[in-house]
């Protein structure tokens, strides 16, 4: 196909093709009708010009960039590692975790004198430990237990609501089922019940391109890799939910440096180009504004499915609350901020980080009512970027009448009940 | 041997040749220490070893400007932030160089990378393995984690500021470098 600049905006050409021609990116054709536009327009010619000038000069000024190459000793060792091969290699790295951790005697020593020593230590700690254990129950008034859920992904642990209520500034709650009232079923529901119906969640296409990259056995708080045939089990939530972040207002942390904020809320959670946002570096926020309180049984987020390269998204944290400086009525609903990296003033999380995929990740919103929910995180294992596809929050316009929820007072006075009855 | 051991031994002698200089200099930009950009490089060669599926060809450079980058963005996390450092001011002169000569394109080489630390983080990696790499839209973007678009993108707005600082210095003329 010839390339015809006269049906192509001016503004184009300059704006784009330029520099995709000096980087050797445009087809043979497309380079050749372009060349012919810059042969027939001077100051098209002179804006390739300056705009060549300008590469060759940083083509030049890399080229001349001091640096450092590798030491005779690297090399030697990268060749030796290789001359034999993977036997060689794992040698290698047998012999780098043996220097990780030193036996207090060498072989000459007597090793069964060290083993017996960490032996009794062990002991010694264990029987410390349910002695303390045992002292602190006889002098603390009994926990309230919580009831048992199961997670979307099967887990029987809740994933970030137990722990310790630790409130933040203002009216902040982090949400413990202990705190339920006793009348309130979980709301993390993986079996049917009265009134209930199985979410129904518009997945996009699984993608799978990409050079496989796995994360690292080593990332810390990452959860377990899910088979790739996997499902979400079910999710249950009351007839009548419907997406209502659909549409709404998003504000950010900062200017998105590609795509627009309203991409998130336009019900497509396609991780194409043309649908992701793209966040730069550092803890960043997005919020919906739902425009009144909503009553919210689950939320989906889909940062980005990278096909066959694993990512996770670092420090996510998903807080709500009835006023935009989330203040008031303030919860927390998700949170893997495990080390407190994300330094804005939230406690450490107790959620795992996930890997993303098509599926998207799905928090339990456990009947909060809230107007706004905001999203952090903080880069993702790839690289520093967040970025993000869509959001669905799924709830319902809070009823008129009075019905069993969430809300500070109740769970405060409830909690105060069981702790007086449990005493 | 087999043909698989020949075939692994000879694309880490391709990538030690090669590759090893331009992927020092580019993790050094991300970690800011020679020492443990190097030591990243030999991390990135001996696990070409054992990689599994080896590289195909074609993808050798872009596989390890990619292990290069995860490595170095592990070791960046513990101090959780990662920033594309300022160049160093010292250039590489050809030997053959009269020492004018070195000294002006010393100066011009300097002036240049400065005017390059001035972009944003994500235009100067991309420019970086552009122009110093000379990979490939759709290899950048397979080691960025950006889409192809995002580096066309990104690439031709940072050539089009690098040239808007450039103009005041009078280095750029019309046909190449003055």
Known sequence: ?423 | MSEQTDRRRAMLTKALEEHSDVLVGYARKLLGDWDLARDVVQDVMVKLIPAEPLPADGALKSWLFRVCRNRAIDIIRKERRMNFLESPGETTPDPAMSPAAAVELGDTVSGVLAMLDTLPTNQREVLRLKFQAELSYREIAEITGHSVSNVGFLIHTGIRKLRDKLRPTGLLVQGGVA
Request: aromatic fraction near 6%.
């Open chain 1, 1 to 423: 196909m010839t390339y015809d600049p006269s049906n192509t905006p001016r503004d184009e050409l300059l704006e784009l093709k330029l520099p995709a021609l000096i980087a050797g990116e445009l087809s043979e054709a497309e380079a050749a009708g372009l060349r012919m536009a810059i042969n027939a327009d001077e100051a098209l010619a002179a804006e390739y010009e300056e705009l060549l000038s300008a590469t060759s000069l940083l083509g030049m000024a890399l080229k001349h960039e001091p640096t450092q190459p590798l030491t005779n000793t690297q090399i030697e060792a990268i060749l030796k590692a290789a001359e034999t091969g993977e036997e060689r290699l794992d040698a290698l790295e047998s012999a780098a975790r043996s220097r990780t951790f030193h036996f207090p005697c060498g072989d000459g020593g007597r090793k069964w004198q060290w083993w017996l020593s960490v032996a009794a230590s062990i002991v010694v700690c264990i029987v410390a430990a349910q002695f303390l254990m045992m002292l602190g129950s006889a002098t603390r008034p009994k926990p309230i237990p919580g009831p048992v859920a199961t997670t979307p992904d099967g887990e029987q642990t809740p994933e970030g609501y137990h722990g310790t209520p630790a409130p933040l500034e203002g009216d902040t709650i982090w949400i413990d089922p202990g705190m339920m009232p006793d009348t309130t079923e979980p709301h993390l529901a993986s079996a049917p019940r009265e009134g209930y119906v199985p979410l129904e969640i518009k997945l996009p296409s699984r993608r799978s391109d990409g050079t496989p990259c796995l994360i690292s056995r080593n990332e810390p708080n990452m959860e377990e890799r899910k088979p790739r045939d996997y499902r979400r089990p079910q999710f249950y939530v009351p007839k009548g939910t419907i997406n209502v972040a659909l549409t709404t207002t998003v504000t950010a942390s900062e200017e998105p440096m590609i795509g627009e904020l309203s991409q998130i809320v336009d019900g497509i959670a396609e991780s194409d180009d043309e649908n992701i946002l793209d966040l730069d570096s550092g803890p960043v926020w997005v919020t919906l504004d739902l425009g009144k309180s909503c009553e919210l049984f689950a939320i989906v987020m889909w940062h980005r499915d990278r096909g066959e390269v694993e990512i996770a998204m670092r420090d996510v944290i998903v807080e709500t609350a009835d006023d935009k400086d989330f203040t008031i009525n303030h919860y927390i609903l998700f949170n893997n901020d495990h080390d407190g990296s994300l330094n804005k003033g939230h406690p450490k999380g107790t959620d795992q980080q996930y890997i993303e995929t098509h599926e998207g990740k799905l928090v339990d919103a456990l009947a909060v009512k809230a107007r706004y929910v905001r999203f952090w995180s903080n880069g993702n294992t790839v690289d520093d970027c967040t970025y993000w596809s869509e959001i669905k929050i799924f709830g319902k316009d809070i009823p008129t009448s009075t019905t069993p929820g969430l809300n500070p007072l109740a769970m405060i006075v409830s909690r105060a009940l069981r702790a007086h009855l449990a005493s």
